[in-house]
């Protein structure tokens, strides 16, 4: 019964020696310390619209992000293309790399989950097209499958 409450002060004396050091929690970037909301894939959630899909970016331009992050690939014809995953099968009723197809194959494609499946591709182009009109700072595009090209 003497030394019930030692363990009580020795977690207090462990609790009252820490300190928080503020250099730990400070931002340290090249953009003068600020945090940007970006938008990946347009939206961003899977389950209201395909990733990279004309309808994510739209509705993630709609809520006004600092930004939004768009994958983007190349068909054999050199049409850019936004798709997230490597191959088509994934997500489309197509099959293969959109660097295997021209872009007359790639735009008939449909996704293949419901309820996207009347969802079909657009170019780059078309989605820079709507994007023009939007308060974005900044669109990342993040390159794809280009190393076929090098070989």
């Not at 019964?1 to 030692?6: E, G, T």
Request: charged content about 20%.
């Amino acid at each position: 019964m003497k030394f019930s409450h030692i363990p009580a002060a020795l977690f207090f004396l462990l609790l009252s020696a820490c300190s928080k050091d503020v250099k730990l929690f400070e931002i340290q970037n090249l953009n003068d310390n600020k945090i940007w909301a970006l938008g990946h894939g347009g939206m961003g959630l899977s389950q209201f619209s395909p990733i990279d899909s004309y309808e994510s970016l739209a509705k993630g331009m709609a809520l006004r992000p600092d930004g939004i992050e768009v994958d983007v690939q190349m068909t054999k014809d050199h049409v850019l293309v936004a798709f997230h995953d490597e191959f088509l099968d994934d997500a489309t009723n197509g099959s293969g790399k959109i660097n295997d197809h021209n872009w007359v194959e790639i735009k008939n494609l449909h996704y293949d989950e419901n309820p996207f499946a009347s969802y079909s591709f657009v170019s780059c182009v078309y989605n820079l097209q709507i994007a023009k009109n939007q308060t974005i700072i900044f669109m990342r595009v993040c390159v794809k499958n280009f190393s076929w090209m090098f070989h």
